[in-house]
Nanobody, 124 residues
Framework: QVHLVESGGGLVQAGGSLRLSCALS????????IGWFRQAPGKERDFVAA????????YYADSVKGRSTISRDNAKNTVYLQMYSLKPEDTAVYYC?????????????????WGQGTQVTVSS
């Protein structure tokens, strides 16, 4: 069974930065693509960024493109989402998810396992 744990969320002022981490355990890390999604109160869960198993394929939502960097350290079984120039509209619970697939990584239905989420709050 795959277990995902997110960390790194918190309260930050607009214009600030945060680095979220997603640690995977239970199965070989390099078997999985990892995606980040976020969900604001009263809204649907939306795609943020994804990286395939090797790191060769990376995708970003338009809303964060140019303000975020996703990367993975296969030696540490961890994926990172570095976010810059944060805006109040980035406030949400951020979830990481793991997929055995390496395509359609922007689609929520592609993912097999989900973490519990970490709260990001951006104050104006």
């Amino acid at each position: 069974q795959v277990h995902l744990v997110e960390s790194g969320g918190g309260l930050v002022q607009a214009g600030g930065s945060l680095r979220l981490s997603c640690a995977l355990s239970g199965r070989p890390f390099t078997s999985y693509a990892i995606g980040w999604f976020r969900q604001a109160p009263g809204k649907e869960r939306d795609f943020v960024a994804a990286i395939n198993w090797s790191g060769a394929k990376i995708y970003y939502a338009d809303s964060v493109k140019g303000r975020s960097t996703i990367s993975r350290d296969n030696a540490k079984n961890t994926v990172y989402l570095q976010m810059y120039s944060l805006k109040p509209e980035d406030t949400a619970v951020y979830y990481c998810a793991a997929a055995l697939a390496n395509d359609w990584l922007e689609a929520i239905g592609t993912y097999d396992y989900w973490g519990q989420g970490t709260q990001v709050t951006v104050s104006s």
